[in-house]
Every structure is written in C-alpha cells, then in structure tokens.
C-alpha cells in the first residue's frame, strides 16, 4: 500500500494565512484562494520543507487591514504586496519575522508610524514602502539593519531627521526618501555619499554608480 503525503504547514501559520485572507476580503481579490484546498496550491504562496517561506500578491486587488497574526510566518523571506489597497498600519509583529529578506508594500494606502519593531529583521535586504500615507519620524531602530541594501519610502508623509546612522549602513545601494519632509536631507547625503565611491551626479537628482542609486529632495533644488 502507497500513501501519499501532501506539505503541511502548521497549525499557527495556516491560520495566520486564513487571518490574512479574511481581514484582506480575499474572495474579492483578483486571483483569491481555494482555502479548502492545501496551502500549496494557495496562490502566491511559497512552502518549503512544510513551512511558508514567501507570499507575494502583487496586483491583486487587497484591500483591509492587516493582522497582527502576520507576525506568526516566522519562517517567511519574502513578503511582497506591492500595489493593492491595504490600508491601517503596519502590524508590530512583522518585527517577529526573524528570516525576512524582503519587506514590499509599494503602492497601498497604509497609514501610521512605520514600527520599531523593524529593526529587529536582521536578515532584511530590501524595504519597499513608497507610495503610502506613513507619517512620524523614522524609528532610529532602522541604524540595526546591517544587512539593508534597498531603502525606499519615497513619497510619503514621514518627517522629522533620518537616523544619520542609517548613512552609515555599509551595504545600501538604493536610497529613496524624496517626496516626504525630512529636516536633514543634506546632511544624510553628504555622509551616506562619503561611504560610495566615485558617484556622478545627473539632472534628475538620482546617482547612479557602482549599483548605487541615491534619491535626495534637498532645500536648494531650484537654486
């Protein structure tokens, strides 16, 4: 006799899932989820070795809020979202995602603080979080992202200073904070160019060079 055994994810991931899914209106979604079916065929959804590793569901027509059960994929790398309509804030939990590489909520309508709590992603390389209302100051804990290459929160309504720490986050090769009312834009600049050799300067006011990209409203744009 032969029995064939399908991935299970566990309990608490499945149903951080099924959270997700309802609190997003997920039958309204461009390509929904079967949830009777096994989490494996879900849409969007990565599983290896019985555990979620990915969701990526970009496009999809997400609207709501997210919970805080998100909190639970504690295996997941990529986190993907990009242009839907999630709006509320962004869940505290997301800080438990202890193996995340990437952070993508481009394009939503997400609103609030961005949470403290992210700068405890150890493993986060890439942070997508352009195009939402997010307001307040940046969290300081952002400095602890050592492994951070992309950094994007264009156009938004965040204020206040950037961590100059930040500025000195060795791996960074895309820096885009324009389109928001930071105090200290040409500071930050100055320092986070002395640490990338050899950038050029171009009429759009990005720099490219060396996989570099640096994207910098400064008070003197129109002089």
């Known amino acids: 006799m032969t029995v064939v055994l399908s991935a299970q994810v566990a309990p608490a991931e499945k149903q951080a899932l099924l959270d997700f899914y309802h609190s997003t209106h997920g039958d309204q979604w461009n390509q929904s989820w079967d949830i009777t079916m096994p989490v494996t065929d879900w849409q969007g959804v990565t599983v290896e070795n ?60 997400l609103s609030g603080n961005i949470p403290e709590t992210l700068g405890k992603l150890k493993d986060l390389k890439q942070l997508h979080l352009s195009s939402n209302y997010l307001t307040g100051t940046l969290p300081g804990s952002l400095k602890y992202l050592k492994n951070l290459e992309v950094f994007n929160v264009f156009d938004n309504k965040l204020s206040g200073e950037l961590p100059s720490e930040m500025s000195q986050l060795t791996n960074l090769k895309e820096v885009m904070i324009a389109e928001n ?34 994207a910098i409203e400064t008070s003197d744009d129109n002089e």
Do not use: Q, W
């Open 50 to 109: 019985n555990t979620v590793t990915g969701l990526s569901l970009l496009f999809n027509n997400i609207s709501g809020t997210l919970p805080e059960s998100l909190g639970n994929l504690k295996n997941l790398r990529i986190l993907e979202l990009s242009f839907n309509r999630i709006s509320g804030e962004l869940p505290a939990s997301l800080g438990n995602l202890d193996h995340l590489e990437m952070l993508a909520f481009n394009g939503n309508e």
């Open 181 to 214: 009312n930071f105090s200290n834009t040409e500071h930050f600049s100055v320092i986070l160019m002395s640490n990338t050799a050899k950038l050029d300067f171009n009429d759009t006011g990005i720099v490219p060079a060396a996989k570099s990209v640096i």
